[in-house]
C-alpha cells in the first residue's frame, strides 16, 4: 500500500472531517509499477519535474498538468477521442488510486491481471494524450495565423515588416472600425503567440479564457472578412493620397461555348509587380508584332480564363 507522507493540510482534514479518510490495500504489481514509471517519464519530458513514484503524487502532477492548460484546451472537441477521454478523466480526478489503477484501464479496454504489455500500452496512450495537450493550444494558434496571412495574401517566405507597412496604409482608411482595430495590431504585429491571441480576441469578441470551438470558428470567417477587406481598402489608398499597395484587375469572357461568361477579378501588390512586367515581356515577345491584335488579345483572355478556371472563387456571371 502506498501512503504519502502526511502534511499539515492532510492532517487538520482528518482532523476536521474523519468521515473523508479512506484506505485502500494497494498490491504493489508490474503493472502498478510499469504504469507510474511511464506516466512519470511523460510528466518530466513535458513539465521538466518528474513527480515521486506513487499514486498520489503522479495523479496530483497529473491534474496540475490538466489545470495549468488553457480554458479552451479543457473545451475542445478537436483533441483525438483518446486524448479527450483522458482529459476529462484528469479535470475530474478525486481519487489517484481510482484514476491509475481502475478509470484509465477500464475506459481503454485494458485488464491489468490479463493483457501483457499492458502497462507499456496504457502509458503510451497517456504520454500521447499528455503531449497533444500540451501542444493543441499553440497549434491552434499557429494555424490560426497561418490562415489569416493566407488571406492577408501574405507569401509563406517574405517577413512581416511589408505587412506593418501595408497595415500602416489601411488603418483610418476606411471608416471601419474593425479593420482600423485589425490595421493597428498589424502594424506591430511580430509573430508573437501573445500577438495572433489579442487578434484572434478581436474577432472572437472574448477574451481567450472563453473560448469555445465555435468562438474561434466563428473568429476565422470574421477574420477571413476582415482580411479581404483589407486587402480592397489597400487598391483604394490613393483616395487619401496614400500610395495603393495593390492593383485590383478583371478580365471579361463571354464564350458561345461556355455555360456562362466569366470574370475573374484579382489583385497583385506592388512588390509583384517587376515580376508582373517580366512576365509581360515575355509575352508580348512570344506575340511578336505579326499576331493580329484581336487574336493576340483573344488568346491572353483565354489563357486568363484557363487561369481562372483553376480557382474556385472565380465569379460566374449568370
Known sequence: ?????????MVDRMLQEPDSLRMRWVEISTFHSGLLSGIAGALEAITGGRPAMNDLDVARALFAFAKSLPNWVARTRTLSADTIKIRDLLININDA?????????ATFGIDPAQSQGAAARLAEIVSA??????AAYQRMLVGCEAMLLKELRVP?????TRLRSRAGTVFNLTGNFRLDALASRLQAYTGTPEEIEGILA?????PPRDWTDRDLDNAGIELAALA??????EGMAHIKGRPDRRTAMAIYVSDPERPSPIAPEFDVADSQRPEVERLKADILALLGEDVPRDIALAAIAEAAATLAGRDETTEVLA
Do not use: H, I, R
Request: glycine share 2%; hydrophobic share 50%.
Open 1 to 9: 500500500m502506498l501512503l504519502p507522507a502526511p502534511n499539515s493540510l
Open 97 to 105: 488510486t481510482g484514476f491509475l489503477l481502475d478509470d484509465l484501464p
Open 129 to 134: 494524450a499528455l503531449a497533444e495537450m500540451s
Open 156 to 160: 509563406t517566405d517574405e517577413d512581416l
Open 202 to 206: 478581436l474577432a472572437a469578441n472574448k
Open 228 to 233: 479581404q477587406a483589407f486587402v480592397k481598402a
